[in-house]
Nanobody
């Protein structure tokens, strides 16, 4: 079974930076893409940043120029560097993975981390 484990959330002042990490673990899997979604208080979960298997990146307009997604293939880990943070970035950030597992239950599906809280104080 594949698991995604996030780390790196916390409290930061507006204008500050944080880096989130998400590591995929398990046995016999292949990652097609990974990324981040976030759920702000009172809102639905929204796409934030994605990186495809080929390395193509996409960002929500609200974070372009401030957030950078990257990955370490050897560690099966994706990162989200968040700079110039704003109070409106406050949310629970969820790691997302489009992953094929080769052990039961095998197949390609979406996986989610447990979420990590990011709070930006004004």
């Amino acid at each position: 079974q594949v698991q995604l484990v996030e780390s790196g959330g916390g409290l930061v002042q507006a204008g500050g930076s944080l880096r989130l990490s998400c590591a995929a673990s398990g046995s016999a899997f292949s990652i097609h893409g990974m990324g981040w979604y976030r759920r702000a208080p009172g809102k639905q979960r929204q796409y934030t940043a994605l990186m495809s298997e080929s390395g193509t990146t996409n960002y929500a307009d609200s974070v372009k120029g401030r957030f950078t997604i990257s990955r370490d293939n050897a560690k099966n880990t994706v990162y989200l560097q968040m700079n110039s943070l704003k109070p409106e970035d406050t949310a629970v950030y969820y790691c997302y993975g489009d992953i094929s597992s080769f052990t039961p239950p095998s197949g390609r599906r979406n996986y989610w981390g447990q979420g990590t809280q990011v709070t930006v104080a004004s």
